[in-house]
């Protein structure tokens, strides 16, 4: 089953403005990690935010966390064409650290 | 650049034959896992090697396997292939068993006819 499940599955933004999503999760957790593939391209990892982290930033990312809602949001700001890509959430949840994935979603900057 | 390197990068084969996808993880690291991506079923999680050993098992298939030899390089065979084996596989690789990044290649798309 989906640990990780990002909302929205598609965002379609005008280039420039700030694209919000949102990852939830089921149960407690040791790290989240976002990534963000290009189409047809490897996964690229963007920030990795530890459970008593809440907030970390990496030039426009700002990726949050609440443990209490089991959620997270990654904000890209001032969002560019080439920010288009599918963006993913994974976290790992027990001693093994073994990474569950969400489905994904899909950001499309409109010029 | 990932420092993942994986090849093929394209594969087509029929149904039935046996295939071999090769990775090279980024120079230091330790673990290489295999992802199968597609359209329907997303992400999934093969398997994990660390420092040669099996650490983990996701969603292999029996007729899928793998190894981690002692360079660290990693080989995916997928046999009695299936149209529905059709799918990105993707090689990752991170410094440790688990809790730091990972870093993909740029996978092998493998097409079966």
């Known amino acids: 089953s989906q640990q990780g499940e990002e909302d929205p599955q598609a965002l379609s933004i005008q280039e420039g403005e700030n694209a919000t999503m949102n990852c939830s999760y089921k149960t407690s957790i040791n790290n989240l990690q976002w990534y963000r593939q290009n189409s047809g391209r490897g996964l690229v990892h963007l920030i990795l935010i530890r459970s008593n982290e809440r907030e970390k930033h990496s030039g426009r990312l700002r990726v949050t966390l609440d443990t209490s809602k089991k959620s997270s949001s990654l904000l890209i700001t001032a969002s560019r064409a080439a920010d288009t890509a599918s963006y993913f959430c994974?976290?790992?949840?027990?001693?093994?650290?073994?990474?569950?994935w969400g489905a994904g979603t899909k950001l499309i900057i409109k010029p | 650049d990932s420092g993942v390197t994986q090849t093929p990068k394209h594969l087509i084969t029929a149904t039935g034959q046996r295939v071999t996808l090769r990775c090279s993880p980024r120079s230091g690291d330790l673990s290489v896992y295999w992802y199968q991506q597609s359209l329907d079923q997303g992400l999934q999680f093969l398997i994990q090697y660390y420092n040669g050993e099996e650490r983990a098992k996701g969603n292999i298939l029996e007729r899928f396997s793998a190894q981690q030899f002692p360079d660290l390089h990693s080989e995916l065979n997928l046999s009695s292939l299936e149209l529905g084996d059709s799918a990105l596989y993707f090689c990752a690789s991170s410094v440790s068993q688990g809790g730091s990044p990972l870093h993909f290649g740029n996978g092998t798309r493998l097409t079966v006819t």
């Open positions: 994974a976290t790992d949840r027990d001693s093994n650290y073994q990474l569950i």
